[in-house]
């Protein structure tokens, strides 16, 4: 099994950057699809991108702004957020899965406990 956990959120204004971090322990991330969801006050959880081996996919609301990443020396992904939103004000989670990238979060097995993103206008 793989643990993961999550770091770099924050309070950020609007069209700042940020860099959210998730780091794993017990198998390397290289096997997973690694995914990045994120949920927001009252509302479901939202597929924001994931990264397989070289292909990575996004959400619409995300595309062209966020960028995921992987360092596998360091055996960890990386979510780089730029030009944020109020919109973008969530929990954002990263999770693993085996084989293929999906959207829908049931099919991710492993999760991390999330933080927070705070972007204010």
């Known amino acids: 099994q793989v643990q993961l956990i999550e770091s770099g959120g924050g309070l950020v204004q609007a069209g700042g950057s940020l860099r959210l971090s998730c780091a794993a322990s017990?198998?390397?991330?290289?096997?997973?699809?690694m995914g990045w969801f994120r949920q927001a006050p009252g509302k479901e959880r939202e597929f924001v991108g994931a990264?397989?081996?070289?292909?990575?996919r996004y959400g619409d609301s995300v595309k062209g702004r966020f960028t995921i990443s992987r360092d596998n020396a360091k055996n960890t992904v990386y979510l780089q957020m730029n030009n944020l939103n109020p919109e973008d004000t969530a929990v954002y989670y990263c999770?693993?899965?085996?084989?293929?990238?999906?959207?829908?979060?049931?099919?991710?097995?492993?999760w991390g406990q999330g933080t927070q993103v705070t972007v204010s206008s």
């Open positions: 999770a693993a899965r085996e084989y293929t990238i999906v959207k829908d979060a049931n099919e991710y097995g492993y």
């Open positions: 017990g198998r390397s991330l290289s096997r997973y699809v």
């Open positions: 990264l397989w081996t070289d292909t990575t």
